[in-house]
């Protein structure tokens, strides 16, 4: 993992020199799997770091999902102008422990704050987002039905922190509503003999237990493109939020059928660095 | 028969819940003395900051420590009427950012944890001056 250590060197070296911290802690997210600011699995209404609407802000990411028969690794990096566009790019490296080999995919995504602050605004925060992937090699793929090698998903997601509102902790939900073609995540590429309904729906909940740390699930509904019984998504995960520099997520990942094999449960951890 | 006793029983207690006057976030922060400590906890914070407290170059600050005060207790249900100038009238001219506005809520969290309020008091604090943002902010 080349990306990691570049990664690793600039969390050190960039982290000290200019930093955004318009926004309150912890209420950008963290980064999910595809790039955009969200929880582990679902992209959140919250723009990536923390930059106010007079600020930009950078931030770099990398998470691993380790499955049962597979592993998944993913870099990438954000920008955030003036709290109104995120603009960020993602590498996905998925390994195929049976096959001995790696699928690859970019993703670029763009997303635009339409309404709101998820502290401030009466209504939750309210926003549009597009992920553009595609994949290195199509050969895996093809050879499981797909019929293309890229895809576009876009998205609308609803956010809203409610302050004090569980027995006075901070409680957080999202909503997002997604229109996508994509085969687990796009790894197995886009659409199929069975292509079903493209709207699918995820969602995530969180308590922040202090100021620092958070506890949570998540919910993502998956398409059956393929008709390989692809299990929609969940996730428990704590995140440690130390500073406006940093953040911290793990989860317990239960992710079903994966490519005909069941049960894939199994471990994820990510770092996201502000600067 | 059975039912319908627990059903009496749970009713009860419903309504005991009910009436029993909940205590108010004032009292939960300490009172007087407590808004005090608080005040002049976040005052002190103010003053360490070097963003902040330019704003702050024309204010007389014993006025803005009772008015403070006064304005807390209010809005946290303590036994207060702030009839202070507003909110508004306060803050226009001031040009606060989003960005200052939730530097000085990091400030006021500072106070908070350094006079030993517990942080669920603290979120139900903020919770009540949050909607206040639009009277402080870009005037």
Redesign the interface.
């Known amino acids: 993992m080349k990306w990691a250590s570049v990664f690793a060197v600039c969390l050190f070296v960039c982290g000290s020199t200019y930093a ?6 912890a209420t950008p997210g963290v980064s999910q799997v595809e790039g955009s600011a969200g929880g582990g699995i679902v992209p959140w209404a919250q723009l990536a770091g923390y930059a ?4 930009w802000s950078a931030s770099g990411f990398c998470s691993r999902a380790s499955l049962k028969d597979y592993q998944l690794d993913v870099c990438g990096v954000q920008a955030n102008l003036f ?1 109104r566009v995120e603009l960020s790019f993602a590498r996905q490296n998925f390994d195929v422990d049976a096959l001995n080999l790696d699928i690859e995919q970019d993703i670029v995504g763009a997303k635009v704050r339409l309404y709101g602050d998820i ?2 605004s009466k209504y939750p925060q309210l926003s549009f987002g597009i992920q553009h992937k595609s994949l290195d090699d199509a050969t895996v793929a093809n050879l499981l039905g797909a019929e293309d090698d890229s895809g576009t998903d876009y998205y609308l997601a609803a956010s809203k922190l ?4 569980v ?4 409680w957080f939900w999202n909503i997002t509503m997604r229109h996508s073609r994509a085969n687990q995540l796009g790894l197995l590429g886009y659409g199929g003999a069975n292509d079903s309904t493209p709207w699918q729906l995820e969602a995530s909940s969180a308590v922040f237990l ?2 620092h740390w958070a506890v949570g699930a998540e919910y993502r509904q998956k398409s059956n493109n393929l008709g390989l019984g692809e299990s929609d998504w969940k996730d428990i995960f704590v995140a440690w939020i130390p500073n406006k520099s940093v953040s911290v997520t793990a989860a317990w990942l239960d992710l079903g059928k994966i490519a005909g094999q069941t049960s894939q449960t199994g471990w994820y951890l990510s770092v996201t660095g502000y600067f | 028969m059975k039912w319908l006793s627990l059903t009496a029983i749970l009713l009860f207690l419903v309504a005991c819940s009910a009436s029993t006057p909940k205590t108010s976030l004032y009292v939960q922060i300490g009172g007087n003395i407590g808004a005090e400590k608080l005040v002049d906890a976040f005052i002190k914070q103010i003053g360490n900051d070097d963003v902040i407290l330019p704003y702050f170059r024309e204010s007389n600050v014993r006025h803005f420590r009772e008015g403070f005060i006064t304005h807390l207790c209010d809005t946290l249900d303590g036994p207060c009427d702030y009839e202070g100038d507003s909110m508004v009238q306060i803050h226009t001219g001031m040009a606060i ?3 200052d506005f ?2 000085v ?2 400030l006021l ?1 500072n106070a908070m944890s350094e006079v030993g309020i ?4 603290q ?2 604090v ?2 009540r001056l ?2 206040m ?2 009277e402080v902010i870009k005037l």
């Open positions: 955004a911290t318009g926004k309150l802690l106010s609407e007079d600020e709290d502290v401030y409610h302050l004090g509102a027995g006075g902790y901070n202090s100021r | 950012s989003e960005s939730n530097r809520v990091d969290i517990a942080h669920s008091v979120n139900q903020l919770a949050a909607p943002r639009s």
